[in-house]
Every structure is written in structure tokens, then in C-alpha cells.
């Protein structure tokens, strides 16, 4: 597959500025590329590349209004670069078909129409498959779990009994949904288990990377909200509900009963305490500790997280903590001095 740039152009509602019957074979990273592959800018951080870039041409923002290559201006390079992509890297169509002769079903189990089995998957009865769904080998589908139609689900994925996985959702391998809340009652310095009897619903068009756990409820059931993104080693713990369109980037921890609204993005490495609230549209920046509530529309940092300009303005504080100190070391020694003088 090949376009010019006047060709691309139009495709993602782009102005080229430069040679526009440039060909354009392939893509790359603005660093990686080589003659005949187009790449993007959309961190100014990489702004630097944009002249020593072997690429073809680049995708940029409208800010930018000339370069030694041909350029093709947007309102979004992010986006438009990954119209792009798609265009010219249509994605592997190879996926598993039919159901492999080592899978495992249930007679009571429903299959919808043209659904694909790997080989030693297993599914459970009562479990419902929607039309189009993908599974590889080697994952466990429990019983009562209802998946969607065009999922996708990768290999060694675990959906346990009565999970509900929402159409065209992607799992990523190695993850867990369903398995157990980490709930205990301590009598006599001895930990009882306590029966998680809810489930797990994930809704649509949801993504779930790699070695991530998703735990039941207690009662009721753990939510992640439709059109969310979760990246890999992430853990939801029992009972927490996460809204529509969130990004939850890797390592997050996020402690039961927490309730987290829409559009809510929780940088990596982010530690969310149990039964507080995280208001719709929030973010919570990298290595922050969440011990209470923050409010919709609001930038949170820190440990534990604070309000964006107090966070920095407590930060910038520390960093002055050395020349605080040496200045009272200097003070001390003068008062000293002063007290000695007065003595004699």
C-alpha cells in the first residue's frame, strides 16, 4: 500500500506544505524513519527531529508552518498519524478460525456465529460467546460468563464464573477477571476468608492490557465503564466502579469501593486508598497517593496527592530545604558570635 501526501492529506483533513506527489510506503517513529516512510510530531519535547528526520515527511500540529521536508499540517498529528497507520499497515488479519479440535466446550455452553476457539481453550457451562469473538488457546472461559461480540481475547486470559465482558472489548494475555476481592475478618490474630459472591462487568469497546487483575465484588459487582483503556499490571480490587473513557496507565493500584467517574485519567504508578471518590475528568499524575476524595475537573499530585499548584509549590519547598538549612547552620554561628561578644 501506497499514497502521495496530497493523498494522505485528504484522508486526514491535513494542509501539505512542500512537495505533495511525495510516495508514501510506510510509517515509523520520527527518529526510526527512513526515506519513504512518513512519521509525526506531537511532542514538543521531539521538536528537534523535525529537520534531522529521515523520514519523507511528518505529520504536525498547525503551529508549525514550514520544514526542510514536506509537511502535512493538522489539528491533531496523534491522530491523524494513526489514520495513517491504519491506512498503510492494515493490522494482522491472522487471528485463530473455527474452533480448534483441543478446545474444550460445554454442551450448555452458546456459541454465537462465526466465533473462533484456540486450541485448549476452555469453555465453561452456561458460559454465552457473542458473533465474531476471537479467543486464543489456552484461556478459560467460567461458567455463566456472557462475552460480547467482536471481542478479541488474547492468550492465558481468565474470565471466572459469570463475568461480563461488554462487544468489541480486547484483553490482553495473562490477565485475570473475576478472580477473588481480598477480603478477610481478623478474630484472634487469625485471617478468616470472607465469600466474594458478586461479579465483574466490563462494557464496551473496552481495552485491557497484559497482567492485569480485575477482582469480583463482595456483593454486586466491580464496573469498568465502557470506551475505558486499562495498560498492563494494573489491579482493580473488589467493588470498585470505574466511568466511561478513563485511562488507567500501568501499575495503578486502586483499593476497594472506590468509585471513579468519567473520563478520569490515573498516570502510572498511581496508589488510589479504598471508599473515597474521583470526581469525572480528574487526573491524578505518576506516583501520586490518593487518601481522599478529589474533586471533578482537577490536576492531583504527590505523596499523598495534592491540588497541582500546591504539590509543586510544597515540591519546590523541599528541593530549598538544603539551602534553608545551610543558611540557619550560618545564623546559628552569627547569634553565637553575638551572644559571645555580649558576654565579654
Known sequence: MQKTLKEIAEIVKG????????????VAGIREAQEGEITFLANPKYALFLNRTAASAVITSRDVEKAKKPI?????????????????VPENPAHPQGIHPAAVVAKGATLGKDVSLGAHVVVEDGAVIGDNTVIYGNCYIGRGVRIGSKSLIYPNVT???????GERAIIHSGTVIGSDGFGFATVDEKHH??????TVEIGDDVEIGANCAIDRARFDKTVVGSGSKID???????????????????????????SIGDSVVLAGQVGIVGHVTIGDRAIVMAQSGVNKSIPADSVFWGYPAKEQSIAKRVNASVQNLPRLYDKVEELKKKIEELESKQKK
Open 15 to 26: 494542509e501539505v506544505v512542500g512537495d505533495e506527489s511525495v510516495v508514501i510506503k510506510g
Open 159 to 165: 474470565l471466572r464464573e459469570q463475568v461480563v465482558l
Open 193 to 198: 476468608k470472607i465469600p466474594q459472591v458478586g
Open 232 to 258: 498492563n499490571l494494573v489491579h482493580i480490587a473488589h467493588n470498585v466502579t470505574i466511568g466511561k473513557n478513563c485511562l488507567i496507565v500501568a501499575q495503578v493500584g486502586i483499593s476497594g469501593s472506590t
Open 72 to 88: 502535512i499540517r493538522t489539528d491533531n498529528p496523534s491522530l491523524a498519524f494513526t489514520q495513517v497507520i491504519s491506512l498503510l
